[in-house]
Structure formats: C-alpha cells, structure tokens
C-alpha cells in the first residue's frame, strides 16, 4: 500500500498561535501536496483528519502525572530533582513549563478537532463517524482544561488569525465550560450512534460515559442526568461489550495441583487480571520453599494484552508500531518512531530516574500487601518497598514501559471507573444510600480486588477510598477529591502534616504566564498565584 503522511494543520502553540500564519497543507511522499480543501474532497479526508486528531493527544498525556497525580496526596517527589519537588509542595509557578505545554497541547488537538467540525457537513455517510470522534476530543480536551485551569476559553471553531475573532474567545466561568463540554458530549454519541467499537477511538459508549463524569464534576453536579447516562451503560454492558477483568474463584488456576485453591493462590489469579487491564504479565509460581504461590519477578508489558473487556477508550503508543494513528512521520497503516511519544516518562519505570513517582506514606498505610493482597503487588514495585523502613521510596510498577517511547496504552476510561462512577451519581452527594444498585457495582470492583464486600449501606467515604486505591497513579485522586468537595479536607490535612503549601486556590493549576504575556489584559490569572 502506498505510504502517505500526513502534515495536518499545526497549531504553534495554543491560543496565541491564532494570531500567527499556519499552514495547511497535506504532503505526500509522491510528491503531491493537498490542500485542506483539497484533502476534504478526496475519499477518506476525513478519516486522516480525525487521526491526526488522535495523534495530537498522544502529547495531551505526557506530564498529566506532574500536574494532576503529584499534586494528590498519592506521590512524593525527591528533594533533589528539579522542580519536581515544587510542584508536589503545590508551589507551582505560572512559568513552570509543564503547565504551559499542557495547556497547549491539549489547545492544539482541539484545533484539529475544529478543522473537521466546521466541515462537517462534507464528510461522506459513511465517515460521519469522524465528526462525532472530533465533537468527543473537542469535549475531552476542554474537560482536561477546566478542571486544570478551572475558568477557560472554550474553542467551537477554528479561529481565523488574521482578524480580532480570538478574542470573542475569553476565560469563562467554570460552569459555561462545563455546559459547553456536556453539550459536545452528546452532540458526538449521536454521531458515534452505531459506529464500530475501537477502543483506541472514541465511540458512543466512552461519550455517554465521559458526558456523566462530567455532569458529576460540574460546580453543580447534576446527578440524575449522570445517573441516568451511567445506568444505561452498566445495566447493558454486555451490549457494549464492557466488563471487569475478574475470575471467578471457581474458575481461578489451581497453581499447585493439590486441587485446592488457596487464598493466597486466588490473589495471585485476581492480581494477573488487574494486571492485565494495563497490558501487563508477571509469572506465577509455586515456591517450595515457603509452600507459598507468588508472583515472580518483575511486570512486563504484553501488548497482546491491552486491548481487553475493562477498556473503554485509551490512547495507543508502542515502542516501535502501533496501528490505528496516522502521523506527520508515519505512514498510513503503521505508526513509526512518532516523536519519541509516550505518555508521562515519571510514571513509567524509568520514573525512578526523576525521583518523582513516589508513593506517599498516607498512600502505604491504606495499600499494603496484606490490606489489599492484589492490587499492591500490581501497583508496586516489590523490589522498592520495604516495611521495615516505612520512609524508603517505594516506586509505582504500574506501567512498566521502558524508555521515553512507550509500550503502555494510556487509559482513559475503563469500566471500573464507570461502576465507582455509577455508584457515586446514585449516592448524589450525600454522606450514605442504601440503593441496591450502588452497592452491586461498588462490590463489583471490590470482588475484583479479593476484599469483603459491602452490605446494606455505602458511604461516601468508602467509594472515594475505593476509587482511591483502584485508580492510583491513573491522575484520578486530585479530581475525585475535587468533585467529592473534599480536597481542601484532605490536602489541608496532608499538607500540615508534609511541610507542603497547599491553600484552597492551589486545587487549580495557574493560567500559563505566556498566555497572558501574549494577550496582555485578555487573561486573569488564577488566585493564588
């Protein structure tokens, strides 16, 4: 097949870049060059659009773990690496240039997502799926956004640089955003209504889904529509072809053929499906010399495992290829060497390098081998954790790509999330329920985790500590304490007892200092700094 890349239209930085020329131009290795207009007459225009779509978010996750998970109160960083250490005492500066680059990254997809927007009315029947995958990334980068930066523009068009039309496009208040999110959300499940399941790509299901989150994590959460989404995906997930990763106890390996399974035997099966959710293996054998099944060694990626039931939608890298994108220098069918892309180098097992995905002490005292027996030996590196001496660094295992091009998918959404989720719009904001619905999919999960279920009544304190040790290291801790209003209770308390500097205001991120310094008096900057 005749190899063509791609050189979408690029957008320098973020919003400042609408005031600057770009081009828009599609080369070709033959060598033909097509315009924009041009790419949108030829048959699948839209489709290499909306994979250049995809391809701009593979940067969207590179520092995510800086600026969501290193701020919670899950991760530490060294004293000695950078400012690193800054951003985990919540002295983060408004030049700090993760908080730039993520802004604009997240700004620069949207801009691709706009190109296929505004025409959309030229995609072929059989490509209206694209215009519903751009209206979901459109969607999701703001959701990046707000609850980021919290009070931000949100981009519906691409912006003619050569006028003033920009700056239509000024901060709004958080709600108008969420609004606006919620609104695309469901503009993009009526497009994705039928399109095939690829979940390395948006679809109908991630959209219902992700429309409730963000109903939940409005200023003022709105919990009947989010419950009403949720439930329409977990009572037919089975339709949408969504399930945990979970064997049964009656179906689990019998690892040493005595034809009794052990506890310890059952933990080792569960902690391989957790495992395997992030596309990662361990061996299991039986050790003689404490009669013990164990896991092995260290975790691995398989990538033959990362397509799998729990995955709603992630983003795809690979070491080497990876189907699905198209990239500026890849070709159709095969993405090569794009970038050195890969999501946050510090979550990774080279993470250690940075010093900076440490796992706090408040983190050890709830995830330790013998309070959750399958989750913590998927999520640690065993090798790093020592219970004798508390304050030695312990070191995430959770993604073990090796190198800055990654073999990990990133994970945006999978169906664990989805049933914690489920069970916190029945709870709607209250302390506890006893809904019936809410307690079946908590216990879903904690079944999954080998740990007693619960009966009769559910707190809110228990699901936000459930989705606490679930979800650890997948940048969820900072928003779900934000959305359960319990972040300036909790970091308040971590950062008295750390030396750290958190305040109300510092939940947010600050607007990035060139943004402002290239709009001057067109952006307020966040309180606090």
């Known amino acids: 097949m005749k190899r063509i890349y791609i050189n979408l239209i690029v957008v320098c930085f973020s919003i400042s870049a609408l005031f600057t020329s770009c081009e828009e131009e599609l080369d070709l290795t033959n060598p033909t060059a097509l315009s924009l207009e041009e790419l949108l007459q030829t048959q699948n225009g839209f489709e290499l659009l ?6 701009s978010y593979q940067k969207v996750p590179a520092n995510e773990f800086l600026l969501i998970e290193l701020r919670s109160d899950n991760s530490r960083a060294n004293t000695e690496n950078g400012n690193f250490p800054e951003i985990a005492r919540y002295n983060v500066d408004p030049n700090n240039g993760d908080v730039a680059t993520y802004y604009s990254n997240n700004m620069a997809t949207i801009f691709r997502a706009n190109t296929i927007i505004d025409n959309r ?6 490509l209206q799926y694209t215009v519903g995958e751009a209206y979901f990334m459109r969607a999701l980068c703001h959701f990046n956004l707000v609850r980021a930066y919290q009070n931000v523009p949100y981009i519906d068009k691409v912006l003619d640089p050569n006028t003033d039309e920009a700056r239509d496009y000024p901060q709004l208040p958080e709600a108008e955003v969420y609004e606006k999110i919620i609104d695309d959300f469901r503009t993009s ?16 299901g991630a959209a219902i889904c992700l429309a409730a989150k963000a109903y939940l994590s409005q200023p003022n959460p709105n919990y009947g529509e989010a419950e009403l989404l949720l439930a329409s995906v977990v009572e037919n997930n089975g339709s949408f072809g969504y399930d945990l990763l979970f064997t049964e106890r009656d179906n689990a390996e019998d690892l040493t053929g005595d034809n009794i399974v052990t506890d310890r035997e059952y933990f080792a099966n569960l902690a ?3 495992g395997n959710i992030f596309g990662n293996d361990i061996p299991i054998e039986f050790n003689e010399t404490d009669g013990e099944t164990v896991l092995v060694g260290e975790w691995s990626n398989n990538p033959g495992l990362e397509i799998n039931d729990e995955i709603i939608f992630s983003i795809a890298y690979d070491l080497v290829s990876s189907d699905n994108y198209s990239t500026s220098d890849s070709g159709l069918d095969d993405q090569v060497e794009t970038d050195s892309e890969s999501f946050s180098f510090a979550m990774t097992l080279q993470g250690p390098s940075n010093g900076v995905n440490i796992a706090t002490l408040d983190l ?12 913590f ?17 312990t070191y995430t295992s959770k993604f073990p790509t090796d190198g800055e091009i990654g073999d990990n998918d990133w994970i945006i959404l999978r169906y664990a999330d989805v049933l914690l989720l489920y069970a916190e719009a ?13 307690i079946d999919a908590y216990n879903q999960v904690r079944a999954r985790a080998g740990l007693e279920e619960a009966f009769g009544i559910l707190s809110k ?15 969820q801790r900072l928003y779900d304490l934000i959305r359960f209003g319990e972040a300036d209770n909790v970091l308040q308390q971590f950062s008295n007892e750390n030396s750290l500097s958190y305040t109300a205001d510092r939940k947010y991120l600050p607007f990035p200092q060139r943004e402002i310094d290239n709009l001057p008096g067109f952006y307020t900057q966040n309180n606090g700094y």
Do not use: C, H, K
């Open 121 to 126: 009315f030229l995609a072929p029947d059989d």
């Open 377 to 393: 030996p998927v999520t640690f590196r065993s090798i790093t954790y020592n219970p004798a001496e508390i304050t030695n660094d």
């Open 189 to 204: 499940i009526a497009f994705l209504n039928g399109a095939e399941q690829n979940r390395y790509r948006p679809t109908e």
């Open 364 to 375: 050890l005292s709830i995830m330790t081998p013998e309070l959750q027996p399958v989750r």
């Open 272 to 274: 391989l499906d957790f």
């Open 50 to 55: 909306a994979n250049g779509i995809l391809d």
């Open 461 to 475: 304190q228990e699901l936000l500590d459930e989705r606490r040790v679930e979800l650890v290291y997948e940048n």
């Open 426 to 438: 029945i709870l709607a904001g209250g302390e506890t329920t006893t809904d019936q619905r809410a």
